[in-house]
């Protein structure tokens, strides 16, 4: 079983920056593929970027490439999602993911991952 706790959201405006963070509890963290997900009032779930075990590979959606940046640090169990220049249309509540596969396949298909946490919100006002 693996626990996710999502951290850093917050309300920004257009144009500003954000770290989140995904503490997880697993102890092998290191074999899980991670990713962040979000999700805006009235509409699904949608991608946002994903990154292999090692850190060795990133994928990101094309609403958000170029802007933000996702990484992990294995000895400390975390994830990060930097944003940077944020936008209103960036506003949902942000959930990190991990999955046990580690593969280049459907990184961006959320029934793909194994475990969820509860969500950080993030509102950017215009």
């Known amino acids: 079983q693996v626990q996710l706790v999502e951290s850093g959201g917050g309300l920004v405006q257009a144009g500003d920056s954000l770290r989140l963070s995904c503490a997880a509890s697993?102890?092998?963290?290191?074999?899980?593929?991670m990713g962040w997900f979000r999700q805006a009032p009235g509409k699904e779930r949608e991608f946002v970027a994903a990154?292999?075990?090692?850190?060795?590979?990133?994928y990101y959606a094309d609403s958000v490439k170029g802007r933000f940046t996702i990484s992990r640090d294995n000895a400390k169990n975390t994830v990060y999602l930097q944003m940077n220049s944020l936008k209103p249309e960036d506003t949902a509540v942000y959930y990190c993911?991990?999955?046990?596969?580690?593969?280049?396949?459907?990184?961006?298909?959320?029934?793909?991952?194994?475990?969820w946490g509860q969500g950080t919100q993030v509102t950017v006002s215009s």
């Open positions: 990154i292999r075990r090692s850190g060795g590979a990133t």
């Open positions: 993911a991990a999955r046990s596969v580690d593969t280049t396949g459907y990184y961006w298909e959320p029934l793909r991952y194994n475990y």
């Open positions: 697993a102890p092998t963290f290191s074999s899980y593929a």
